[in-house]
């Protein structure tokens, strides 16, 4: 494997403004997704792409060398992360170096730690398209979750006669942690096309997506408290 790291933080940010710099039990958020992906790989090959000169410096703080600024029209709310990869990868191949694994780690996920990033990378082979990290979600489609039909009544999102939750079939839920992909493929299409995806299952405590303010205080409460959530 020669991978390239990516990990992307916008400057701008509605649910948690500058969240990725934003301070969180003492450091900013960014830096657990640095920590945790500096114990799996070199600096040369971790790449944090920012359109903000705040979050560059801060960043460099760490030792971490931030290579380029984004141009704006990559970090826009509508531009999404698929724009931003292609981005980095085509910078590091002008550079000389030419990445056949992309590994995407965003920084909104404090408790994704170096040994889900091993793990999830050994699952990782020519035979799949990506390797993605998931949660077994409590919103099964099979029972709770419902759609409104044509006449306007809820109706179950997925076909089921299950009378517990236990007896569904089980569903993932994408916690947005790790995407690990053959950059050959990624080139040719966006994240959401790919076929063959294997799962990385993470628990609850490690999927924690921050996303909002009350992510943000829970986030806070678990680093906080004197309970065990591993």
């Given at each position: ?82 724009g931003a990869l292609l981005h980095a990868i085509e910078f590091y191949e ?47 489609p099979y029972y709770v979750l419902k759609e409104e039909n044509e006449e ?40 959401g096309q790919f076929q063959k995806v294997r799962k990385y299952l993470m ?28």
């Amino acid at each position: 494997m020669k991978p390239l790291v990516i990990i992307p933080a916008r400057g701008g940010s509605k649910g948690v403004p500058g969240k990725n710099i934003k301070k969180l039990n003492g450091q900013p958020l960014i830096n657990y997704t640095i920590e945790a992906a500096r114990s799996v790989f070199s600096d040369s090959q971790i790449c944090v792409s920012t359109d903000s000169v705040e979050i560059k410096n801060t960043v460099e703080e760490t030792g971490l060398k931030v290579p380029f600024i984004r141009p704006i029209e990559l970090a826009t709310d509508s531009a999404g992360t698929y724009g931003a990869l292609l981005h980095a990868i085509e910078f590091y191949e002008k550079s000389g170096f030419h990445p056949d694994t992309i590994i995407l780690l965003q920084p909104t996920s404090p408790f994704r730690t170096s040994s889900h990033i091993e793990e999830a990378c050994q699952l990782f082979d020519s035979e799949c398209d990506m390797v993605v990290s998931v949660k077994e979600t409590k919103a099964n489609p099979y029972y709770v979750l419902k759609e409104e039909n044509e006449e306007g009544w809820l109706e179950k999102s997925k076909p089921g006669s299950f009378t517990r939750r236990q007896d569904c079939p089980k569903v993932y839920e994408v916690n947005g942690a790790i995407y690990i992909m053959h950059n050959h493929i990624l080139k040719e299409k966006p994240i959401g096309q790919f076929q063959k995806v294997r799962k990385y299952l993470m628990d609850e405590y490690a999927s924690l997506d921050i996303d909002t303010k009350l992510d943000w205080q829970m986030a806070e409460y678990v680093l906080n408290s004197d309970e065990n959530y591993c």
